[in-house]
């Protein structure tokens, strides 16, 4: 019996989430190193969601196993909105294991966003897509949505600037992103923990 399993590519979030925990403080060895092997694991996944035609991600994949073991966008998912979580990941993943094969990953999205995303003129912007694996690597018009989501300009293309800033760019250890990527600074006692500076 096959047994079908789905994932949505807003569960992408969770590779960087896993990579980030190993940074706790009194976490054991052999703990840090689980955690991170879980992380590059479910972000091999990720990733491989983006193997489609146009280079981007559907919303939603099916997993299916038995003897013929495949992955595929689900039949009403496969649009792409330009969601960050998986280069959030890829961001996280390069800032603490430095494996060019997060910032190969951006590059390649990057680079796919541009061609099959990217509106024609001076004034246009960027637009969903309604069938990441229809036509050709270059996406017509008739594939394109109406639609351009905040997040796509406030968190995709952020992780993908800071994917290539040097570390010193908001680093891990003194900044916190927030579910809508907007930094915060790490305060060793802030004011409201009751705790006093040493």
């Known amino acids: 019996q096959d047994t079908l399993r789905r994932m949505e590519h807003l569960a992408c979030f ?7 925990a190993t940074l706790a403080k009194g976490t054991q060895l052999h703990t840090r190193e689980k955690q991170m092997k879980a992380a590059e694991s479910l972000m091999e996944t990720c990733m491989t969601m983006y193997a489609t035609t146009s280079g981007l991600a559907a919303e939603m994949y099916e997993f299916k196993s038995g003897r013929n073991a495949e992955m595929k966008a689900t039949t009403n998912h496969k649009f792409s909105l330009l969601r960050p979580e998986t280069v959030e990941s890829a961001f996280i ?7 060019q094969l997060y910032r190969d990953f951006g590059w390649r999205l990057f680079q796919a966003i541009e061609r099959s995303s990217k509106l024609d003129g001076k004034d246009a912007g960027y637009s969903a897509i309604q069938d990441v694996n229809t036509g050709t690597s270059t996406v017509s018009s008739s594939n394109r949505l109406d639609r351009m989501d905040s997040f796509f300009m406030a968190e ?3 992780y993908l600037y800071l994917l290539f800033c040097p570390d010193s760019v908001l ?13 915060f600074p790490v305060l060793e006692h802030p004011p409201y923990s009751g705790l006093s500076p040493q």
Do not use: I, Q, S
């Open 14 to 20: 969770a590779p960087g989430m896993l990579a980030l």
């Open 93 to 99: 993943l390069w800032r603490l294991t430095k494996k």
């Open 156 to 158: 995709t293309l952020k």
């Open 171 to 183: 680093p891990l250890d003194k900044y916190v992103f927030n579910t809508e990527a907007h930094p």
